[in-house]
T-cell receptor, first 110, second 113 residues
């Protein structure tokens, strides 16, 4: 069974702080995505990384795909209350089949 | 962008009854749709993958006779929770892809009383 472990599970920080969320697996994925989900809504795609070692930036968010395509990280600079939510990584396992990570619940306090 | 509509957004039903949830791709043809289940404060667990015109592929531990999936057209997939019980209460989310876009619905909160 392919598993994606995210750490930390919960994170509560003050506005302006930096944070990093990790997504780790023993399996290799052809690509990996990061989502943010608000309560009562479906996940919203933030980014897709495909190449090992790839780094993508989305404003204050920096995503990195591990060289071996088994892990990924999400770094948020100067977090804001609007960043609050559930962050999910998802690895592509086979054709169109996505395996979701265990999730990281982030709360940014004003 | 691609839009996936899920209906209803919430439903309350009595134990023992069946509930149908619809997932529609509004502006693209979805060759593959996925159904997920999410418990409070937890991640999404893939239940099944459905391709238009064929039987759904269920993940291990998911009862196919309890969670009936029909993908009758390229824009519609339905999930029917049969003989629902309180432990079936959860947030159910669908997603759809045409091979390029991969979009989630807004989810359905099912409460079985």
């Amino acid at each position: 069974t392919q598993l994606l472990e995210q750490s930390p599970q919960f994170l509560s920080i003050q506005e302006g702080e930096n944070l990093t969320v990790y997504c780790n697996s023993s399996s290799v994925f052809s690509s990996l995505q990061w989502y943010r989900q608000e309560p009562g809504e479906g996940p919203v795609l933030l980014v897709t990384v495909v190449t090992g070692g790839e780094v993508k930036k989305l404003k204050r968010l920096t995503f990195q795909f591990g060289d071996a395509r088994k892990d990924s990280s999400l770094h948020i600079t100067a977090a804001q209350p609007g960043d609050t939510g559930l962050y999910l990584c998802a690895g592509v396992a086979g054709t169109y089949k996505y395996i979701f990570g265990t999730g990281t619940r982030l709360k940014v306090l004003a | 962008g691609a839009v996936v509509s899920q209906h209803p957004s919430w439903v309350i039903c009595k134990s023992g009854t069946s509930v149908k949830i619809e997932c529609r791709s509004l502006d693209f043809q979805a060759t593959t749709m996925f159904w997920y289940r999410q418990f409070p404060k937890q991640s999404l667990m893939l239940m099944a993958t459905s391709n238009e015109g064929s039987k759904a592929t269920y993940e291990q531990g998911v009862e196919k006779d309890k969670f009936l999936i029909n993908h009758a057209s390229l824009t519609l997939s339905t999930l029917t929770v049969t003989s629902a019980h309180p432990e079936d209460s959860s947030f159910y989310i669908c997603s759809a892809t045409s091979g390029q876009d991969y979009t989630f619905g807004s989810g359905t909160r099912l409460t079985v009383v």
